[in-house]
């Protein structure tokens, strides 16, 4: 190993060291270094990239101090080696995601010198006078202040640029100015934010580039959701690995994130107030790349809340695709699992199946409103006809004669049995006169009652409609939210099968836990989608709602841009023949193979060789591919000579070699031809059999050949070569697991395919 870097090192030139310094000063380059080195994924991808030749200083822990390292590498440059050729092949969206955490500790430094003190600003003058000129571009003239003759933003406004500033506290900061209206604390706020996103994402390409990264679309988002309270500290500068340990030394950027933003009107006793909001969930659009491109979508969360389940959604064509954060990484994953902690589903559950639920149950259920005012519209109606029913006998006692009756009353008899025996000799002997004057004062009683009693249950029905109409403006009003909320979530959810963290949708779109990548496959027009960012609230109901702060990258991606090994090998054969000229590899490639055979020792990862006679190609405006129809000509057009060079059928004549290292390593070989008509003789029987079984054309079987001469080529070359970069115990079992393969490899032709041992 010591012999292969030290090979390694002198075998870079004083050209690509310095290739590397363009762009970047000594500290860029040591802070990237740090920041590389202190974030794990990254350093899983590419950290070994970063080439140190300094000495290991360390803790008393015994774990490295990158903060010296740091500061050594800016007084000695050179003892850091950046193979940007190497990062290139690495995922776009983990270069993107370094260059964006370099940008951000940038744009931090400029306005924190800004603010604190200008011998700093000296430093960054340039990058000062850049933000300063995207944010007059967007600031109202109430913000603004004339210094000189130039036009500059006011002053006061300086504090609400501080980067650890919450947006809570930048709001109460404008409304204290009393020169700016509402509206002109709005433009104020999203002029900043469009100036940071602007500054970050040019700042960040630059980066990107000088890394090695190659994009033709490039756009990146900072954008956060939340209701902006409190923020400040949450991110203090540090960020959990995938084992949920925090880590320090990366860039601060709690008011960097910007958040979207709006005016909320409320009216109190007939007074309007106007205050900014921010929202809870956030949408940027998109469009994918076209071009026969991937689209590739890299996701990095900040702010992370490990007790509230960050939610990303993505949105193309009505298919929803959703990444969940785990509880205890900052990653996002297909997989909606999180323990202990809440969720944006559960907050739908909650709305939908325990807050609407219970009101529908309390309208309309077996004992809700409608049974209740059923009950006592039905004994309101049963009153009123007793009322009727009482006030017609009484009504009829009215009109009833005064009558006398000779016998005696009950009360006369008793009178009488009374005077008996008291011995009085006296009693009241009047006689029985009926005048119904009792029972029309007991019916008067129950009729009065009556009243009460249909009064009663008027009152109770007109309650209940009350309260039944306003549980039904309540149930309307969450009803509105449930179904808000399930628009943000997505209607339609894509399915997906996974396998070792790799997550494949319906539609092959991917999503790789291991880098955070989202790839639309390619297409030749582009479509627009969203992508949308959720805060958590404490409730379905509440207003409140932590932060969450997500970075998002977008960027074209041609195919086999990550191979680790790709090797195009234009018109390097004779016409009609199949002998290569020269050698597959170049003195360049030594890192690349390095790492292939470092592959090839994990006997865990697996190994396959696929080869393919495509036959005649076709561009199709990135890449040369089979062309399932072909035309063959018989001769090329005009002049011969002249137009067999030209690039429409130059690039058509194409054979490739690559090697892709992820999960698994796959070694692939294709072979193109034009389309003008083959005059070779096909001696291979078993190819020859073939031909005349399925129709393959004399240019399927050219492919074959030279896809064939590939593969004997790289065997006898990677034989050599891992004798030359490895020990003789690892050379042997490189060799002996790359030649058990090759001896079993076939040559795909369409719909068949011959054995690579038949040529």
């Given at each position: 190993?010591?012999?292969?870097?030290?090979?390694?090192?002198?075998?870079?030139?004083?050209?690509?060291?310095?290739?590397?310094?363009?762009?970047?000063?000594?500290?860029?380059?040591?802070?990237?270094?740090?920041?590389?080195?202190?974030?794990?994924?990254?350093?899983?991808?590419?950290?070994?990239?970063?080439?140190?030749?300094?000495?290991?200083?360390?803790?008393?822990?015994?774990?490295?101090?990158?903060?010296?390292?740091?500061?050594?590498?800016?007084?000695?440059?050179?003892?850091?080696?950046?193979?940007?050729?190497?990062?290139?092949?690495?995922?776009?969206?983990?270069?993107?995601?370094?260059?964006?955490?370099?940008?951000?500790?940038?744009?931090?430094?400029?306005?924190?010198?800004?603010?604190?003190?200008?011998?700093?600003?000296?430093?960054?003058?340039?990058?000062?006078?850049?933000?300063?000129?995207?944010?007059?571009?967007?600031?109202?003239?109430?913000?603004?202040?004339?210094?000189?003759?130039?036009?500059?933003?006011?002053?006061?406004?300086?504090?609400?640029?501080?980067?650890?500033?919450?947006?809570?506290?930048?709001?109460?900061?404008?409304?204290?100015?009393?020169?700016?209206?509402?509206?002109?604390?709005?433009?104020?706020?999203?002029?900043?934010?469009?100036?940071?996103?602007?500054?970050?994402?040019?700042?960040?390409?630059?980066?990107?580039?000088?890394?090695?990264?190659?994009?033709?679309?490039?756009?990146?988002?900072?954008?956060?959701?939340?209701?902006?309270s409190n923020t400040e500290g949450l991110l203090d500068e540090r960020e959990k690995d995938e084992k949920g340990r925090w880590n320090r030394g990366l860039p601060k950027a709690v008011g960097l994130f910007p958040y979207q933003l709006y005016i909320e009107k409320t009216e109190e006793k007939k007074k309007v107030t106007e205050e900014i909001e921010s929202m809870r969930y956030t949408v940027n659009n998109f469009k994918t790349t076209g071009e026969n491109k991937y689209t590739?979508?890299?996701?990095?969360?900040?702010?992370?809340?490990?007790?509230?389940?960050?939610?990303?959604?993505?949105?193309?064509?009505?298919?929803?695709?959703?990444?969940?954060?785990?509880?205890?990484?900052?990653?996002?994953?297909?997989?909606?699992?999180?323990?202990?902690?809440?969720?944006?589903?559960?907050?739908?559950?909650?709305?939908?199946?325990?807050?609407?639920?219970?009101?529908?149950?309390?309208?309309?259920?077996?004992?809700?409103?409608?049974?209740?005012?059923?009950?006592?519209?039905?004994?309101?109606?049963?009153?009123?006809?007793?009322?009727?029913?009482?006030?017609?006998?009484?009504?009829?006692?009215?009109?009833?004669?005064?009558?006398?009756?000779?016998?005696?009353?009950?009360?006369?008899?008793?009178?009488?049995?009374?005077?008996?025996?008291?011995?009085?000799?006296?009693?009241?002997?009047?006689?029985?006169?009926?005048?119904?004057?009792?029972?029309?004062?007991?019916?008067?009683?129950?009729?009065?009652?009556?009243?009460?009693?249909?009064?009663?249950?008027?009152?109770?029905?007109?309650?209940?409609?009350?309260?039944?109409?306003?549980?039904?403006?309540?149930?309307?009003?969450?009803?509105?939210?449930?179904?808000?909320?399930?628009?943000?979530?997505?209607?339609?959810?894509?399915?997906?099968?996974?396998?070792?963290?790799?997550?494949?949708?319906?539609?092959?779109?991917?999503?790789?836990?291991?880098?955070?990548?989202?790839?639309?496959?390619?297409?030749?027009?582009?479509?627009?989608?969203?992508?949308?960012?959720?805060?958590?609230?404490?409730?379905?109901?509440?207003?409140?709602?932590?932060?969450?702060?997500?970075?998002?990258?977008?960027?074209?991606?041609?195919?086999?841009?990550?191979?680790r090994i790709n090797l195009e090998l234009y018109d390097v054969f004779e016409s009609d023949k199949w002998d290569l000229p020269r050698k597959l590899f170049q003195e360049g490639d030594s890192v690349a193979l390095r790492v292939f055979f470092e592959g090839m020792l994990d006997k865990k990862i697996p190994f396959e060789i696929v080869a393919r006679g495509q036959g005649i190609g076709k561009w199709n405006g990135v890449q040369t591919m089979k062309d399932e129809k072909p035309?063959?000509?018989?001769?090329?057009?005009?002049?011969?000579?002249?137009?067999?060079?030209?690039?429409?059928?130059?690039?058509?004549?194409?054979?490739?070699?690559?090697?892709?290292?992820?999960?698994?390593?796959?070694?692939?070989?294709?072979?193109?031809?034009?389309?003008?008509?083959?005059?070779?003789?096909?001696?291979?029987?078993?190819?020859?059999?073939?031909?005349?079984?399925?129709?393959?054309?004399?240019?399927?079987?050219?492919?074959?050949?030279?896809?064939?001469?590939?593969?004997?080529?790289?065997?006898?070359?990677?034989?050599?070569?891992?004798?030359?970069?490895?020990?003789?115990?690892?050379?042997?079992?490189?060799?002996?697991?790359?030649?058990?393969?090759?001896?079993?490899?076939?040559?795909?032709?369409?719909?068949?395919?011959?054995?690579?041992?038949?040529?």
């Amino acid at each position: 190993m010591k012999h292969f870097l030290l090979y390694l090192f002198c075998a870079v030139s004083i050209h690509s060291i310095a290739q590397i310094n363009e762009g970047l000063t000594p500290e860029e380059r040591a802070y990237l270094f740090h920041v590389v080195k202190k974030s794990p994924i990254l350093n899983n991808n590419f950290g070994r990239f970063f080439d140190y030749q300094g000495p290991e200083i360390l803790f008393p822990n015994k774990s490295i101090n990158y903060d010296s390292i740091e500061l050594l590498i800016i007084n000695q440059p050179d003892l850091l080696i950046i193979r940007k050729d190497e990062i290139a092949k690495s995922a776009k969206g983990l270069i993107a995601e370094a260059a964006n955490k370099m940008a951000v500790w940038e744009l931090n430094n400029v306005l924190q010198a800004k603010r604190d003190d200008p011998d700093d600003l000296k430093h960054y003058k340039n990058e000062y006078a850049y933000f300063e000129s995207l944010l007059m571009e967007q600031l109202p003239p109430n913000a603004t202040k004339m210094k000189g003759d130039v036009n500059q933003p006011h002053p006061k406004i300086q504090q609400v640029m501080n980067p650890n500033m919450t947006l809570g506290d930048k709001k109460m900061h404008l409304e204290a100015l009393r020169f700016l209206t509402v509206n002109d604390q709005l433009v104020t706020l999203n002029a900043i934010n469009n100036a940071i996103n602007t500054y970050v994402e040019k700042r960040a390409f630059e980066i990107y580039k000088a890394l090695g990264g190659k994009a033709g679309k490039f756009t990146n988002v900072l954008v956060a959701a939340g209701d902006g309270s409190n923020t400040e500290g949450l991110l203090d500068e540090r960020e959990k690995d995938e084992k949920g340990r925090w880590n320090r030394g990366l860039p601060k950027a709690v008011g960097l994130f910007p958040y979207q933003l709006y005016i909320e009107k409320t009216e109190e006793k007939k007074k309007v107030t106007e205050e900014i909001e921010s929202m809870r969930y956030t949408v940027n659009n998109f469009k994918t790349t076209g071009e026969n491109k991937y689209t590739n979508l890299h996701f990095d969360v900040w702010g992370y809340n490990s007790e509230k389940q960050t939610t990303v959604v993505i949105e193309k064509n009505g298919l929803n695709y959703h990444l969940f954060g785990a509880r205890d990484t900052r990653f996002l994953s297909p997989d909606s699992s999180f323990a202990e902690g809440t969720t944006f589903q559960a907050i739908i559950n909650d709305l939908e199946f325990n807050k609407i639920a219970k009101l529908h149950e309390m309208i309309y259920g077996k004992k809700g409103f409608d049974y209740w005012i059923d009950y006592n519209t039905k004994k309101k109606d049963a009153t009123e006809l007793k009322i009727e029913k009482r006030e017609k006998e009484y009504s009829d006692l009215g009109y009833s004669p005064i009558t006398t009756s000779s016998k005696p009353s009950r009360n006369v008899k008793k009178s009488k049995k009374k005077a008996i025996k008291a011995n009085t000799g006296s009693f009241d002997g009047t006689p029985t006169t009926s005048s119904n004057r009792k029972e029309r004062k007991k019916l008067q009683n129950t009729i009065v009652g009556l009243y009460d009693l249909f009064e009663a249950y008027k009152k109770k029905i007109a309650e209940l409609e009350a309260q039944k109409a306003e549980a039904i403006d309540l149930m309307a009003i969450y009803q509105r939210r449930l179904d808000n909320f399930k628009q943000i979530m997505g209607l339609r959810w894509a399915t997906y099968t996974e396998n070792e963290g790799l997550y494949t949708f319906e539609d092959s779109t991917t999503f790789d836990i291991l880098t955070q990548e989202f790839k639309f496959p390619p297409s030749a027009t582009q479509e627009d989608f969203e992508v949308r960012l959720i805060a958590i609230p404490e409730s379905c109901l509440s207003k409140l709602a932590d932060e969450v702060m997500l970075h998002i990258n977008l960027m074209d991606a041609a195919p086999n841009y990550d191979a680790r090994i790709n090797l195009e090998l234009y018109d390097v054969f004779e016409s009609d023949k199949w002998d290569l000229p020269r050698k597959l590899f170049q003195e360049g490639d030594s890192v690349a193979l390095r790492v292939f055979f470092e592959g090839m020792l994990d006997k865990k990862i697996p190994f396959e060789i696929v080869a393919r006679g495509q036959g005649i190609g076709k561009w199709n405006g990135v890449q040369t591919m089979k062309d399932e129809k072909p035309n063959e000509l018989a001769r090329y057009p005009g002049n011969p000579s002249e137009s067999k060079m030209d690039s429409t059928f130059l690039r058509l004549r194409k054979s490739e070699v690559l090697i892709h290292i992820d999960r698994t390593i796959l070694l692939e070989v294709n072979s193109f031809t034009d389309p003008v008509a083959s005059s070779i003789q096909v001696t291979n029987e078993e190819l020859a059999s073939a031909m005349t079984k399925y129709g393959l054309s004399k240019n399927d079987a050219l492919s074959a050949y030279r896809t064939a001469a590939i593969l004997n080529a790289l065997k006898s070359e990677l034989n050599v070569l891992a004798g030359q970069y490895l020990t003789r115990e690892e050379a042997k079992i490189v060799i002996d697991r790359f030649n058990k393969e090759w001896l079993k490899a076939k040559i795909s032709l369409g719909r068949t395919s011959v054995r690579l041992s038949s040529f």
